[in-house]
């Protein structure tokens, strides 16, 4: 069937450097992807979003790369911070899927 | 900041109970949709409303499971005859309805059903 997964189901990474985040997507038919950060004991909270027609977009301290031709979707976190220790998921959705498949998650720690 | 509330925030009950779960999604969003998340696992799709209309539920809700969002605002998530494999956090989420908003969706903080 068709999954959103990730590549690494831990990551730790030292204050103050940049983290990357990766996701395998198998549904070449979906347009729009968002990742998600949640915290122990909350709901998951909006990160970015980015659609198929680009391959690259940029928040504050966030970027997502959009790599439709090997289906791989990464999060970068510049200048990570205690605050960032969360669990990070990617979704996607498919033309006239009108719901999100998540991922399993990636748990990242800032060491400090 | 009026963002998706869920009540409670935690349940436990015994196997058999009957349990309802309330959210109040933002307040201009006409989309909301039910999600279920076990430990160490993503998200899993329940349902969604478009205003009142419940317009897509998943393999996942059983016969035991019914949601209703009667006047297009808030939505109840009804359990009957709870079962232990029950136990996981139920997430409520609201978007925009209309475009590319509507893939937004902003989460819940959840409730956390335990089953004994």
């Known amino acids: 069937g068709e999954s959103v997964g990730l590549h690494l189901p831990t990551l730790s990474v030292q204050e103050g450097d940049n983290s990357i985040i990766n996701c395998a997507y198998s549904n070449s038919a979906s347009d729009y992807f968002i990742w998600y950060k949640q915290e122990s004991g909350k709901g998951p909270q909006f990160i970015i979003d980015i659609r198929s027609n680009m391959d690259k977009r940029q928040g504050q301290r966030v970027t997502v790369l959009l790599n439709k031709t090997v289906k791989h979707l990464s999060l970068q976190i510049a200048a990570t911070q205690p605050g960032d220790s969360a669990v990070y998921f990617c979704a996607e959705d498919g033309f006239g899927n009108e719901k999100l498949t998540f991922g399993t998650g990636t748990r990242l720690t800032i060491i400090p | 900041d009026t963002g998706v509330s869920q009540n409670p925030r935690h349940k436990i009950t015994k196997r058999g109970q009957n349990v309802t779960f309330r959210c109040d999604p933002i307040s201009e969003h006409n989309r909301l949709y039910w999600y279920r998340q076990t430990l160490g696992q993503g998200p899993e799709f329940l349902t969604y409303?478009?205003?009142?209309?419940?317009?897509?539920k998943s393999r996942l809700l059983s016969d035991r499971f019914s949601a209703e969002r009667p006047k297009g605002s808030f939505s109840t998530l009804e359990i009957q005859r709870t079962e232990q494999g029950d136990s996981a956090m139920y997430l409520c989420?609201?978007?925009?309805?209309?475009?590319?908003?509507?893939?937004?969706?902003?989460f819940g903080s959840g409730t956390q059903l335990s089953v004994l």
């Open positions: 409303f478009q205003n009142e209309a419940q317009l897509e």
């Open positions: 989420a609201s978007s925009l309805g209309g475009g590319t908003g509507r893939r937004k969706l902003f």
